[in-house]
Structure formats: structure tokens, C-alpha cells
């Protein structure tokens, strides 16, 4: 076992479906790429700045879904581990949580409820 230390509070985890990679909302920190293919010797291995406070985080695809209070969703494509690219941000008042489901993603909002968006 290894303990983490991380940039803000790691309020989220999610893990990659086919590496030893897990992704953490960190709060203030932002979203963080975690290494723990050696679990005696866990590490960071990128970290990018959300702009809001990063409460959840999903992963599907080589993308990330991060919700941000005060910033919505944001939409990181992850299939370079190294060097996340932001490929979409839906504003909301207040993002707190965020679920995928077929083509649509649902969005938990503390000022405005559930948003639902449409994914082509």
C-alpha cells in the first residue's frame, strides 16, 4: 500500500478501463493523473488545473468528465495520459456530480437540477 499526496482534496476517483491509471478530482487541484501500476510507489503523472473547484470525475473512452462548481462540466480527451486536451465545457450554475448513460450526459446541478445534454 502507498499513501498520495495530492494537490486539494481528493474528492473523486475514477479508473481507467484498460491501465493502471486512475483520475482524481482534486478540488482546487484540479484533476489529476494517477500511476499505480507499482502500488508500493503510486505517482502523479500529470495534473491540470479545472479553473473550479473539481468535485467528480468519470471516465469513458479516453475521455474525462470533470464537474466543476462554479465552472459545469468539462470534457478532457485523456488519450494521451501525459497531456490532457479540453474538448468541451457545458456551463452550469453549480456542478456537483455527473452520470453517462447511451448518448446522453446528466448533469447534477445544484441551482439548476438535472441537465441533460444530448451527445451526437
Known amino acids: 500500500m502507498d499513501l498520495l499526496d495530492t494537490p486539494g482534496y481528493a474528492e473523486d476517483v475514477a479508473i481507467h478501463s484498460d ?22 510507489n503510486v505517482k502523479i503523472i500529470n ?10 470525475v468519470v471516465y469513458d473512452n479516453n475521455k474525462i468528465f470533470l464537474t466543476t462548481e462554479l465552472r459545469g462540466l468539462q470534457i478532457f480527451d485523456v488519450s494521451n495520459l501525459y497531456s490532457p486536451v479540453r474538448i468541451g465545457t457545458v456551463e452550469t ?27 451526437p
Open 19 to 40: 491501465l493502471p491509471i486512475a483520475f482524481l478530482a482534486c478540488g482546487t487541484g484540479g484533476f489529476v493523473t494517477v500511476d499505480y501500476s507499482d502500488t508500493l
Open 47 to 56: 495534473s491540470y488545473s479545472a479553473g473550479g473547484y473539481a468535485k467528480e
Open 93 to 119: 450554475k453549480y456542478a456537483l456530480a455527473v452520470a453517462l448513460k447511451d448518448n446522453y450526459i446528466y448533469v447534477a446541478d445544484e441551482v439548476e437540477g438535472l441537465v441533460v445534454i444530448s451527445v
